[in-house]
């Protein structure tokens, strides 16, 4: 069998971040996903975008990553490993997961 590819963005700092993953999880911490197995492209050399370089760089020695589930905007399983990058977020086309996931008892 094929081994998964996730392809996550999430908002970090007023940025947009989309990485590719093997592995994601629900973490012990309430409201977090953890993130391992980071995956980058290594078929061109060519370096056309520097966040990709930025994010090589950040994530070099990172075992695990968890994120809050409210910064996650998408995550996609894919075929194959696209360019991972850091883009501005334009909040007005972008809608965060609903933060308030804890039931209402008053009701």
């Known amino acids: 069998m094929k081994q998964k590819i996730y ?8 940025e947009v971040y989309e990485i590719y993953a093997k592995n994601i999880y629900q973490s012990d ?3 977090f996903l953890e993130i391992d197995g980071y995956i980058f492209d290594t078929k061109n050399n060519l370096v056309v975008d520097t966040s990709e370089e930025k ?9 695990k990553t968890l994120l809050p589930i ?6 996609d399983i894919v075929n194959e490993i696209g360019k991972s990058k850091i883009s501005k977020a334009d909040l007005k086309n972008l ?3 609903p933060i308030n996931i804890v039931p209402d ?3």
Do not use: C, H, M, P
């Not at 392809?7 to 007023?14: A, C, E, N, P, T």
């Not at 994010?55 to 075992?63: D, I, P, Y």
């Open 105 to 107: 008892k008053t009701k």
């Open 95 to 97: 809608a965060q997961f």
């Open 55 to 63: 994010l090589k760089a950040e994530f070099l020695n990172v075992q």
């Open 7 to 14: 392809k996550i963005k999430f908002f970090q700092v007023g």
């Open 70 to 75: 409210n910064s996650i905007v998408r995550i």
């Open 29 to 31: 911490f309430y409201a």
